[in-house]
């Protein structure tokens, strides 16, 4: 298992090399650059400029430069936010958007496991239907929907919390962010839990257990919820790492100092170091939290365990 | 010899989006202390779903109705509690695939020692030490050491051996036993089903046997029932039935049996034709359309079993008493 879990961290360096070199020449193939909407430039001002960032330089060498520095941990300033290297940018944003993503998550398993296992245990009757309505309403009504009408209805009408802003991560500041967030990520896990519920239960070794006379609590806990949670683990890694480093939608919308707003405006602004610098993130978090649900596979499934050697 | 298990009139149906399937209708029998009984018929005739009937192991659309009784007590509509004090502790059943059988995230012996603790005021300590003796006696080499393997780790005649375990860990007794040996190869068939046997023996248990293997029957079993389009055609004691079977299908199925005798160059004899749509059994015989003999009357009416000689039950119109 250490075996397993340091080479796969090995396999991780070569990777993450090749996502920054393919974002960086695939940002550079883009067309415009990053001092485009400055107004009406002097071309020995832009030159200068260009100059300073090392933008005239010939793109290999760029390249060079650019992977020098980020091995060094330097993934250059800003062209866009005056005054922030990438890494100040990345330590302001990722906190907040990581204790966002992470919360919204920690919920939206808790609410959507139970709402999963109780759809299983009640298939087709009238609260597995009523569960999986309102998980096809949470899948189908997009975030910039659903954030606006609870700000409109919890901020403005009852006055109850706070329409927008982030005040240091104040849990109040906290509560609609993270129902918006986690509300699609509930439909999407009931409905993984209901399916892997559903699929253990017709399977010849939850019938063993039950002619064995184990009571039906005993069945599920035992032999049922395990193996059922197999399906779900394999989603929880890449969604944990994607709600993670922020949504744009919800961040706008709550004005929140988070790292999605930064990735996007970087990329519209052609800010080559700070895209670059988030997509390396983002890709480390990707391969990590992968790890980690293959690893939890393991810990549900003896059989998984045995290959990992 | 007490009466164990008394069945009138079982029937199984399951519902399905095109309606209903009658799965097992008019199963009557009885089964006492020490019995074997081998229960031969082809795939969908009812033999494994009428005996999870019994047990109320029926997938979730089925039902049963009639009267099961175990030792005089009504079951088939006893709550679940009950049900669970029985299952397991009086009555066992051993399922045929043993790979998808066992919980595969499961210590086998945990799932050993589980039977047990759920029938009986044990300790762990206690159920572990009762599992591995179990695991020795169903020939588990290195038993206390393979107590903690999962299914995956061990051979199929071993998770076989473990489904046996499991089954005769508490003394049950009535031992349903569901083709335990299809998906083994035949050494390890022979080694399983002496194993079996070595248990009714020793334990008075009554043991049933569900098989399409007639050679299994007639190495096993005291009496046979065999059973055609959910309804049992045929019962008889083994001797009798192999020396004069009387419904048409018995004998089709005897005479499709490869023996020594048989000429090497010749082709088996086969039954023609398939089974019935269980979704529209036809009014008649279920077997008219494949028999040979088969006359007007029974297309129209249906045969009810009734005795012929002594011990021996037909539901054919054509054989007489």
């Known amino acids: 298992m250490l075996n397993f879990t340091l080479r796969r961290l090995l396999i991780a360096v070569p990777t993450l090399f090749l996502i920054g070199t393919a974002s960086f020449f695939l940002m550079r193939a883009a067309p415009g650059g990053p001092f485009d909407n400055e107004a009406d430039l002097e071309p020995q001002v832009l030159e200068n400029i260009r100059a300073a960032y090392d933008l005239d330089k010939p793109l290999m060498e760029q390249f060079v430069i650019y992977l020098g520095k980020a091995l060094q941990g330097d993934f250059g300033p800003s062209l866009v936010y005056k005054d922030f290297s990438v890494t100040e940018l990345v330590a302001i944003g990722l906190p907040v958007s990581a204790k966002l993503g992470f919360t919204a998550m920690l919920l939206a398993l808790l609410v959507g496991v139970a709402a999963g296992i109780v759809?299983?245990?009640?298939?087709?009757?009238?609260?597995?239907?009523?569960?999986?309505?309102?998980?096809?309403?949470?899948?189908?009504?997009?975030?910039?929907?659903?954030a606006p009408l609870l700000a409109l209805f919890f901020g403005l009408y009852l006055s109850l919390l706070p329409v927008a802003g982030w005040n240091d991560g104040a849990w109040q500041?906290?509560?609609?962010?993270?129902?918006?967030?986690?509300?699609?990520?509930?439909?999407?896990?009931?409905?993984?839990?209901?399916?892997?519920?559903?699929?253990?239960?017709?399977?010849?070794?939850?019938?063993?257990?039950?002619?064995?006379?184990?009571?039906?609590?005993?069945?599920?806990?035992?032999?049922?919820?395990?193996?059922?949670?197999?399906?779900?683990?394999?989603?929880?890694?890449?969604?944990?790492?994607?709600?993670?480093?922020?949504?744009?939608?919800?961040?706008?919308?709550?004005?929140?100092?988070?790292?999605?707003?930064?990735?996007?405006?970087?990329?519209?602004n052609r800010d080559y170091p700070l895209v670059l610098g988030v997509v390396i993130i983002y890709a480390a978090l990707i391969i990590f939290l992968n790890l980690l649900s293959d690893l939890a596979y393991a810990g549900l499934d003896p059989r998984v365990r045995k290959s990992y050697r | 010899?007490?009466?164990?298990?008394?069945?009138?009139?079982?029937?199984?149906?399951?519902?399905?989006?095109?309606?209903?399937?009658?799965?097992?209708?008019?199963?009557?029998?009885?089964?006492?202390?020490?019995?074997?009984?081998?229960?031969?018929?082809?795939?969908?005739?009812?033999?494994?779903?009428?005996?999870?009937?019994?047990?109320?192991?029926?997938?979730?659309?089925?039902?049963?109705?009639?009267?099961?009784?175990?030792?005089?007590?009504?079951?088939?509509?006893?709550?679940?509690?009950?049900?669970?004090?029985?299952?397991?502790?009086?009555?066992?059943?051993?399922?045929?695939?043993?790979?998808?059988?066992?919980?595969?995230?499961?210590?086998?012996?945990?799932?050993?020692?589980?039977?047990?603790?759920?029938?009986?005021?044990?300790?762990?300590?206690?159920?572990?030490?009762?599992?591995?003796?179990?695991?020795?006696?169903?020939?588990?080499?290195?038993?206390?050491?393979?107590?903690?393997?999962?299914?995956?780790?061990?051979?199929?005649?071993?998770?076989?051996?473990?489904?046996?375990?499991?089954?005769?860990?508490?003394?049950?007794?009535?031992?349903?036993?569901?083709?335990?040996?299809?998906?083994?190869?035949?050494?390890?068939?022979?080694q399983i089903l002496r194993l079996l046997d070595g248990f009714r023996r020793h334990t008075e248990t009554a043991l049933v046997m569900i098989t399409h293997d007639l050679a299994v029957v007639a190495g096993l079993c005291d009496r046979v029932m065999i059973m055609y389009a959910g309804r049992p055609v045929e019962m008889a004691p083994t001797a009798t039935l192999f020396d004069r079977p009387c419904h048409p299908y018995t004998i089709g199925l005897l005479k499709s049996m490869p023996t020594l005798r048989n000429d090497p160059a010749a082709d088996l004899p086969v039954i023609a034709g398939q089974p019935p749509d269980m979704r529209k059994p036809p009014p008649g015989c279920a077997f008219a359309e494949r028999c040979a003999l088969a006359e007007e009357r029974c297309r129209e009416e249906r045969p009810q079993l009734r005795q012929v000689g002594g011990s021996q039950q037909v539901a054919c119109h054509l054989v007489s008493a």
Request: hydrophobic letters at 50%; glycine letters at 8%.
């Open chain 1, 173 to 268: 500041n906290m509560i609609l962010p993270v129902i918006a967030l986690a509300l699609p990520q509930v439909a999407i896990i009931a409905r993984l839990m209901r399916g892997g519920m559903l699929e253990i239960l017709q399977s010849n070794f939850v019938r063993t257990a039950r002619a064995k006379g184990l009571n039906e609590t005993r069945v599920i806990c035992k032999h049922v919820l395990r193996p059922a949670l197999v399906p779900l683990v394999g989603y929880l890694g890449p969604a944990l790492a994607g709600i993670m480093t922020g949504s744009l939608v919800i961040e706008l919308i709550f004005n929140l100092p988070g790292i999605g707003r930064y990735f996007v405006q970087g990329a519209l």
């Open chain 2, 1 to 190: 010899m007490t009466v164990l298990l008394e069945c009138e009139n079982l029937a199984v149906t399951f519902d399905i989006d095109q309606g209903q399937i009658n799965a097992v209708q008019d199963l009557s029998l009885t089964l006492s202390s020490g019995e074997c009984l081998g229960v031969v018929g082809e795939s969908g005739s009812g033999k494994s779903q009428s005996f999870l009937a019994m047990l109320g192991l029926l997938a979730r659309n089925g039902r049963a109705s009639g009267s099961v009784k175990f030792r005089g007590e009504e079951i088939l509509a006893a709550n679940r509690r009950r049900l669970n004090e029985l299952r397991g502790s009086r009555l066992a059943i051993i399922f045929q695939d043993a790979l998808s059988g066992l919980t595969p995230t499961m210590r086998v012996g945990e799932q050993l020692a589980e039977a047990l603790r759920c029938h009986e005021a044990v300790d762990s300590a206690q159920a572990r030490a009762r599992a591995i003796e179990m695991m020795e006696i169903v020939n588990i080499p290195d038993a206390a050491n393979r107590f903690s393997a999962y299914p995956f780790e061990l051979s199929g005649g071993q998770r076989q051996r473990i489904m046996i375990a499991m089954a005769m860990i508490c003394r049950p007794d009535v031992v349903i036993a569901d083709e335990p040996t299809t998906a083994l190869d035949v050494t390890v068939q022979a």
């Open chain 1, 119 to 146: 759809a299983a245990l009640r298939q087709n009757r009238f609260i597995d239907h009523a569960i999986m309505a309102m998980a096809m309403t949470g899948i189908a009504v997009p975030s910039f929907v659903v």
